[in-house]
């Protein structure tokens, strides 16, 4: 089956960092891109970055760029995403999904929540 | 980044068919045949339903099916069913590893 957690998540202070982690199994990690998506309380879902399968490129959202990093270790078949400066604004449940074709993201892990608030 | 733009709700009584729009511009929706959609139960984890326009995962019912037209892609849900009710999101690449997410679209089974 399918699966993916992930994990990091917690509350911290504006100007914080955290590093999100998402655990992937059954399947071959490094076959597929992967992707963080999250939601903000009482909001839409927001894309927020994406990462190919050899780690070689990767995209950013205008809100997180400069501030965020994704990376994976396919070895540890995880996908990370590094937050720095963290703003209230980017409280969410922050998902990591794996991009099952080009622009199709599925399946999805629950989520971890991440509260930023002084 | 703009999000894409869909109508804040829906609805549809069972059986009855509901279609949502998601407009972008030439530079995602209208400018590649990258348009996933999504079904999203509050509490669960996000579902895909569509991607590359028209294309239905394995197990997701016929009855979901998707179309673009310009900058705008659309998805319809034919023969509604009180488990169609969620939230639904398009989203679109936007070239250069950037994707795009609608508003959100909450379709209710009256």
């Known amino acids: 089956e399918v699966q993916l957690v992930e994990s990091g998540g917690g509350v911290l202070r504006p100007g914080g960092s955290l590093r999100l982690s998402c655990a992937a199994s059954g399947f071959t990690f490094d076959d597929y891109g992967m992707t963080w998506v999250r939601q903000a309380p009482g909001k839409g879902l927001e894309w927020v970055s994406t990462i190919s399968g050899n780690g070689a490129s990767t995209g950013y959202a205008d809100s997180v760029k400069g501030r965020f990093t994704i990376s994976r270790d396919n070895a540890k078949n995880s996908l990370y995403l590094q937050m720095n400066s963290l703003r209230a604004e980017d409280t969410a449940l922050y998902h990591c999904?794996?991009?099952?074709?080009?622009?199709?993201?599925?399946?999805w892990g629950q989520g971890t929540l991440v509260t930023v608030s002084s | 980044q703009s999000a894409l733009t869909q109508p804040p709700s829906a609805s549809g009584s069972p059986g009855q068919s509901v279609t949502i729009s998601c407009t972008g511009t030439?530079?995602?929706?209208?400018?590649?045949?990258?348009v996933s959609w999504y079904q999203h139960h509050p509490g669960k984890a996000p579902k895909l339903m569509i991607y590359?326009?028209?294309k239905r995962p394995s197990g997701v019912p016929d009855r979901f099916s998707g179309s673009k037209s310009g900058d705008t892609a659309s998805l319809t849900v034919s023969g509604l069913q009180a488990e169609d009710e969620a939230d639904y999101y398009c989203?679109?690449?936007?070239?250069?590893?950037?994707?795009?997410f609608g508003t959100g679209t909450k379709v209710t089974v009256l």
């Open positions: 999904a794996r991009r099952s074709s080009f622009w199709g993201f599925d399946p």
């Open positions: 030439s530079s995602d929706v209208g400018g590649y045949n990258y």
């Open positions: 989203s679109s690449y936007a070239g250069s590893n950037i994707g795009l």
């Open positions: 590359e326009v028209t």
